[in-house]
């Protein structure tokens, strides 16, 4: 204890020096340490409460965008759906379409058909009635006299008219 008693002025010296520099680092640093650290508080716990207020408005904003994206699917399919619908009567009118096109066309074929028939039995009686009247022109003028003749021509006309073949199609 003789150590403790003879620097015991030195030991309350120090203890007040210690205390005064505890006291000056207080009201000097600790302060503005303490203010610092609210500052920085402050700023965390704004930033915080701005990281969830943008979080929050970031799940709504993907809500919305999937909700939207759930519409525009929709719109798709809808519109998908109409084109297929569309695209089915487009193709059965233009197949309607050409089904009456191939029957005018056919209609129109045999109308030529018949006409062109029409006018080959046409262009064959006169033929053979030509061929006839020569014939007969040259078996009548060898064999026959005047009153023969008459009376062959005109059973010819009758027997002409009576076939029918006189008449026109």
Not at 153 to 163: G, L, N, R, S, W
Request: negative net charge; hydrophobic residues 45%.
């Amino acid at each position: 204890m003789d150590f403790f008693a003879s620097n015991i002025a030195n030991f309350f010296w120090g203890l007040a020096a210690f205390a005064v520099f505890v006291l000056i680092l207080f009201k000097a640093g600790v302060s503005r340490i303490l203010v610092a650290v609210d500052a920085r508080d402050k700023k965390i716990s704004g930033e915080l409460a701005e990281a969830e207020l943008t979080f929050k408005r970031s799940k709504a904003l993907q809500a919305e965008l999937e909700q939207k994206m759930r519409e525009a699917e929709g719109r798709i399919s809808a519109l998908m759906t109409e084109a297929k619908r569309e695209s089915e009567l487009h193709k059965s009118q233009m197949v309607e379409q050409g089904r009456s096109e191939i029957d005018a066309i056919r209609q129109r074929s045999l109308g030529e058909i018949e006409a062109a028939r029409h006018a080959a039995i046409v262009h064959l009686r006169t033929e053979v009635a030509e061929i006839a009247v020569l014939v007969a022109d040259k078996i009548v003028r060898g064999r026959m006299d005047e009153s023969k003749h008459e009376e062959l021509v005109q059973k010819a006309i009758e027997a002409f008219e009576a076939t029918g073949a006189g008449k026109k199609d």
